[in-house]
């Protein structure tokens, strides 16, 4: 004899692995943080600095998402009041653990989300041409040319910000899928 399971039930132990778990290990990561890396120039004779300011702490990917768009559609950055010269670069969710959710450059008062990686082989592709950019970079800085190499680890940084921790790829995969409010 044997026994159907058209009836809809599944065994305990699917139930958990597929379900419980999951929801288990990400309720884990939260809350999410919203932060925005950007440069200061406080002295034309200083060198330009990079500061990270945190916006806040949500939830939800999504809603993190939708954070970030409206403060840097407004351009109106808690705590960058004290820093007079602070221009947006780049738009971090980050988890918990640090782990990188999604990162996207910031240009002209919009966020141009960085698609995460898609792979383990693609990550380290990535993480070798960032090196070697960083390494131009320096080169470049001993040379002193600041402004190349400026420019240089910018790129840099924005191939770092597809490097998406794999807990978080399929999800910030799912939420650039997703067409965005005008």
């Not at 806040?56 to 998402?65: F, P």
């Not at 939708?66 to 820093?83: E, Q």
């Not at 898609?118 to 040319?145: C, H, N």
């Not at 978080?168 to 965005?180: C, E, V």
């Amino acid at each position: 004899m044997i026994l159907s399971r058209q009836g809809g039930f599944r065994p305990i132990g699917q139930i958990l692995a597929h379900d419980l778990l999951p929801a288990l290990q990400g309720a884990r990561r939260l809350p999410l943080r919203v932060s925005c890396l950007g440069r200061i120039s406080p002295d034309e004779a200083e060198a330009t600095q990079e500061q990270c300011l945190a916006l806040k702490e949500v939830t939800c990917a999504e809603e993190a998402m939708r954070l970030a768009a409206l403060i840097v559609s407004k351009g109106d950055y808690p705590g960058a009041v004290a820093l007079s010269e602070f221009q947006p670069r780049l738009a971090v969710i980050e988890d918990r653990a640090h782990g990188l959710v999604l990162a996207g450059a910031i240009r002209a008062d919009v966020i141009l989300w960085q698609p995460p990686v898609a792979s383990d082989a693609e990550a380290r592709r990535i993480v070798t041409e960032a090196s070697r950019l960083r390494g131009q970079a320096f080169a470049a800085e001993g040379r002193g040319d600041r402004e190349t190499a400026s420019t240089i680890r910018s790129r840099a940084s924005l191939l770092e910000a597809r490097l998406v921790d794999p807990f978080w790829r399929a999800t910030a995969a799912a939420l650039l899928s997703l067409p965005q409010a005008a």
